[in-house]
T-cell receptor
Framework: GAVVSQHPSRVICKSGTSVKIECRSL??????MFWYRQFPKQSLMLMAT?????????EQGVEKDKFLINHASLTLSTLTVTSAHPEDSSFYIC?????????????FGPGTRLLVL | KNQVEQSPQSLIILEGKNCTLQ??????????LRWYKQDTGRGPVSLTI?????NTKSNGRYTATLDADTKQSSLHITASQLSDSASYIC?????????????FGTGTKLQVIP
């Protein structure tokens, strides 16, 4: 149980285009979902926290207009990287929690590797 | 400032040997501590979760310890296997009101060689 999927697993796009990444909880309702970014040889960095039906809470330094997060249902959250640039190339990982604000264990997706040319 | 430091940064051991990874934290007020295993290019997978009152918790060949007084945790891997090669991340949560703030360690990269 507690499986979280991400799609796509890898994406290559041209600079200036937008990319949408989906995160789904397959066998539980995710009250809270998190989006992380991980650069090579570094730990995960939290970008934003989203609760179903409400606006996401972004971490300091993360541009909310560039990284659009939609948590429209209890099983789906999307992250859209708008006007992507090469420096946005990274490994994006989502996690989902059945509890409020991640009080319960977070279950991580497999990640999406984004390469912006 | 909440911080989680892990040591060593990287470690190479022979298959079948044991090893211990360390995690020191300054997160407050402490809520829980989790150890995750992250294979290269994959998302983290939870190994153990420990609360304030727990000193030791095992999950197969993985045994985590917690000393809440010294704010230290360790992850002991017994009889290592090649598949244990991964990054191990210590994550500490602080509770503030009804919410949790998680702080990730930078991880220990373990390589098990034949």
């Amino acid at each position: 149980g507690a499986v979280v999927s991400q799609h796509p697993s890898r994406v290559i796009c041209k600079s200036g285009t937008s990319v949408k990444i989906e995160c789904r909880s397959l066998d539980f309702q995710a009250t809270t979902m998190f989006w992380y970014r991980q650069f090579p040889k570094q730990s995960l960095m939290l970008m934003a926290t989203s609760n179903e039906g409400s606006k996401a809470t972004y971490e300091q330094g993360v541009e909310k207009d560039k990284f659009l997060i939609n948590h429209a249902s209890l099983t789906l959250s999307t992250l859209t990287v708008t006007s992507a640039h090469p420096e946005d190339s990274s490994f994006y990982i989502c996690s989902a929690s059945p509890g409020q604000a991640g009080i319960e264990t977070q279950y991580f997706g497999p990640g999406t590797r984004l390469l912006v040319l | 400032k909440n911080q989680v430091e892990q040591s060593p940064q990287s470690l190479i051991i022979l298959e079948g040997k044991n090893c211990t990874l360390q995690c020191n934290y300054t997160v407050s007020p402490f809520s829980n501590l989790r150890w995750y295993k992250q294979d290269t290019g994959r998302g983290p997978v939870s190994l153990t979760i420990m609360t304030f009152s727990e000193n030791t918790k095992s999950n197969g060949r993985y045994t985590a310890t917690l000393d809440a007084d010294t704010k230290q945790s360790s992850l002991h891997i017994t009889a290592s296997q090649l598949s244990d090669s991964a990054s191990y991340i210590c994550v500490v949560s602080a509770r503030s009101g009804g919410y949790q703030k998680v702080t990730f360690g930078t991880g220990t990269k373990l390589q098990v060689i034949p």
